[in-house]
């Protein structure tokens, strides 16, 4: 898993913060690009949001984020961990 591979995105709006992403990192597969149906994280509030098919960001439905939970929750722990290091007390 590395971090720091991040590629530009067209521009998507966090559906949790309205945080616009136009970065992604692919850290569960790597170069195929974010489809429709993928996972991401938001790097603003670390929620679980999906791709939909113009690559817009919604929320997962409940069978979803069931589905990836346990896959992701370790990427979010890292971001959290990640973000708090960016806190400059
Ligand atoms: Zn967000």
Known sequence: MDLNEFEHLS?????Y??????LHAEVLQKGHGPKPGDV???FGCVGICMF????QLRLPTDE???EVYQAVAPLQKLLHEFKGREVVP
Do not use: G, H, M, Q
């Open 11 to 15: 521009e998507a709006t966090c559906p």
């Open 40 to 42: 991401t994280i938001c």
């Open 64 to 66: 979803e984020f069931n």
């Open 17 to 22: 913060c309205a945080k616009v992403l136009d």
């Open 52 to 55: 939909d098919e113009n690559l």
